[in-house]
């Protein structure tokens, strides 16, 4: 049994990433050199910021901003957790706290609170 899954580890093929792939909201720069033993990506968050990603993250959709820029989508739109508390006149952490317990769409249409 352990044989047979040994053979299966060396029949794996090795995948590579085209630069340009998308994967959420990271563009694959090129493959990294790191001291890592996992395989990494250069990419880039539509942010702006470079950042190396294990390809695996890549792949199963684990890592999809640079976590950096905490842009929370909502309406078509991306911004950042204070800009969003902003436009309905919260505070960042009360609005963390709302989204902890509910969807982005019944904390926004909670407004202020009295």
């Given amino acids: 049994m352990v044989l047979e899954c040994c053979v299966e580890r060396e ?5 590579d990433l085209p630069a340009g792939a998308v994967f ?3 563009t694959v720069i090129k493959e990294a050199r ?3 033993p996992r395989r990494m990506y250069a990419c880039r968050c539509s942010c702006g910021a470079k950042v190396n990603v294990r390809v695996d993250h890549l792949r199963g ?3 999809r901003t640079c976590g950096r820029c ?3 989508e ?3 739109k ?3 957790l204070k800009a969003w508390a902003d436009s309905i006149g919260v505070g960042e952490s009360t609005l963390r706290m709302r989204l902890k317990r509910m969807s982005m769409q019944e904390a ?3 407004g202020k609170p009295r």
Avoid: E, V
């Fill in 70 to 72: 905490n842009l929370i």
């Fill in 24 to 26: 959420g909201y990271l």
């Fill in 11 to 15: 029949q794996m093929q090795r995948i």
């Fill in 74 to 76: 909502y309406k078509g």
């Fill in 108 to 110: 926004m249409a909670m």
């Fill in 78 to 80: 991306r911004k950042t």
């Fill in 61 to 63: 959709g684990h890592t």
């Fill in 34 to 36: 790191t001291d890592s």
